[in-house]
T-cell receptor, first 115, second 114 residues
Framework: SAVISQKPSRDICQRGTSLTIQCQVD?????MFWYRQQPGQSLTLIAT?????????ESGFVIDKFPISRPNLTFSTLTVSNLSPEDSSIYLC????????????FGPGTRLTVL | DAKTTQPNSMESNEEEPVHLPCNHS???????IHWYRQLPSQGPEYVIH???SNVNNRMASLAIAEDRKSSTLILHRATLRDAAVYYC???????????????FGKGTLLTVNP
């Protein structure tokens, strides 16, 4: 199984600023995913991040707002730009492990509050 | 994406079995049925998955209807630590690439009473 850590675990930010969230995996993986979970809601996929290529964004999410980096096979960052209170959510990264039941492993999440 | 329907919430008593239903009437032949759960303040975790046959693992059992239009996640003896939101998700084996993504519905909030 893959072990995933995220930094920071939580943050409080002012509107108009940006927050960069880091996701570190203890093994090399091809695909990493970034999800958003708004208060009381289910998870929504933001984008898929593959090493060596541009991230693939889901409908309703754009690169200018959620730029993603994937410099190697164990690390990715998600930046939430130009923050507004509506961006207050939990952001989670996940990775696929095709050798283990095709399951995905999730990080603990980053809780963002925008004032 | 094929959709799933789950009850919003269910309640159980500790040490009793729990049957969590999921309807997926539009399932395709290559859709796997995956179950994840999300404990409070944690990311989702994999529980079990299956295609056609019933499946058992250390966490739970998955019973799949013969026509595959519904399935049931079975926790044989619920504990307080099983209180979580349980998600039933269809995943297409042939999707590949970025479609390894999971599409989460609202899930079922399971409450376990002591």
């Amino acid at each position: 199984s893959a072990v995933i850590s995220q930094k920071p675990s939580r943050d409080i930010c002012q509107r108009g600023t940006s927050l960069t969230i880091q996701c570190q995996v203890d093994s090399q993986v091809t695909m990493m995913f970034w999800y958003r979970q708004q208060p009381g809601q289910s998870l929504t996929l933001i984008a898929t991040a593959n090493q060596g290529s541009e991230a693939t964004y889901e409908s309703g999410f754009v690169i200018d707002k959620f730029p993603i980096s994937r410099p190697n096979l164990t690390f990715s960052t998600l930046t939430v730009s130009n923050l507004s209170p509506e961006d207050s959510s939990i952001y989670l990264c996940s990775v696929e492990d095709l050798t283990a039941n095709n399951e995905q492993f999730f990080g603990p999440g980053t809780r963002l509050t925008v004032l | 994406d094929a959709k799933t329907t789950q009850p919003n919430s269910m309640e159980s008593n500790e040490e009793e079995p729990v049957h969590l239903p999921c309807n997926h009437s539009t399932i395709s032949g290559t859709d796997y049925i995956h179950w994840y759960r999300q404990l409070p303040s944690q990311g989702p975790e994999y529980v079990i998955h299956g295609l056609t046959s019933n499946v058992n693992n250390r966490m739970a059992s998955l019973a799949i209807a013969e026509d595959r239009k519904s399935s049931t996640l079975i926790l044989h003896r619920a504990t307080l630590r099983d209180a979580a939101v349980y998600y039933c998700i269809l995943w297409d084996l042939n999707s590949g690439g970025s479609n390894y993504k999971l599409t989460f519905g609202k899930g079922t909030l399971l409450t376990v009473n002591p």
